[in-house]
């Protein structure tokens, strides 16, 4: 069965880096797009990033753009997120969520498969 | 700032039917199909609707979705208490090359 576990999160302070993983199984990791997703305390869902299938094209959210790489390792079936200059809105829950469809090619965007996400916090 | 508007909160008894509103615009909405998430606390969000009204194998047929122009709304009949939760709809945005979501809505089952 599709398995996506996060880790990496953790207390940070402000300005320093992160790295998020995303240890996925169960399917054929090469041939999905991924999605990091976030949630801050008591507030709705905002997308992150998503990558394509074989890692040729990223999009990213104007608010982490230019901070945060999303990056994916098809001979680990790992995702990543790398996360630099962060600052206190940044603190939230991560997930990542796999791509079904093609989100900019086809307009058809959802994640049925999200995991259970991982904490972070920026704080001094 | 979230593009895609929802109430926050709707309310009904059980068994009674309650709708959800996601409004955006041309460039979300209005040129890309719509996905809807279930959502409980302290847990990762859940598919309930994608193409617009389609719905994922094990989601009862109580779940249904529509879209018009640059808005979908989300429908739960038969309401039950295990329904109250956080709903959200999602669709890409043509212009802002993203994914967005909307502003979530809390439904209450009185």
């Known amino acids: 069965q599709v398995q996506l576990v996060e880790s990496g999160g953790g207390v940070v302070q402000p300005g320093r880096s992160l790295r998020l993983s995303c240890a996925a199984s169960?399917?054929?990791?090469?041939?999905?797009?991924m999605h990091w997703v976030r949630q801050a305390p008591g507030k709705g869902l905002e997308w992150v990033a998503l990558?394509?299938?074989?890692?040729?094209?990223?999009w990213y959210a104007d608010s982490v753009k230019g901070r945060f790489i999303i990056s994916k390792d098809n001979s680990k079936n790992t995702l990543y997120l790398q996360m630099d200059s962060l600052r206190a809105e940044d603190t939230a829950v991560y997930y990542c969520?796999?791509?079904?469809?093609?989100?900019?090619?086809?307009?058809?965007?959802?994640?049925?498969?999200w995991g259970q996400g991982t904490p972070v916090t920026v704080s001094s | 700032q979230s593009v895609l508007t929802q109430p926050p909160s709707v309310s009904a008894a059980p068994g009674q039917k309650v709708t959800i509103s996601c409004s955006g615009s041309?460039?979300?909405?209005?040129?890309?199909?719509v996905s809807w998430y279930q959502q409980f606390p302290g847990t990762a969000p859940k598919l309930l609707i994608y193409?617009?009204?389609q719905r994922p194998s094990g989601i009862p047929d109580r779940f249904s979705g529509s879209k018009s122009d640059t808005s979908a709304t989300l429908g739960i009949t038969g309401l039950q208490t295990g329904d109250e939760a956080d709903y959200y709809c999602?669709?890409?945005?043509?212009?802002?090359?993203?994914?967005?979501f909307g502003t979530g809505t809390k439904v209450t089952v009185l």
């Open positions: 969520a796999r791509e079904e469809g093609f989100c900019s090619d086809a307009g058809s965007c959802y994640s049925v498969y």
């Open positions: 169960g399917f054929t990791f090469s041939s999905h797009g």
């Open positions: 990558i394509r299938y074989d890692a040729s094209k990223k």
């Open positions: 041309s460039s979300n909405i209005g040129n890309n199909f």
């Open positions: 193409d617009n009204n």
């Open positions: 999602g669709t890409w945005d043509s212009s802002l090359t993203a994914v967005v």
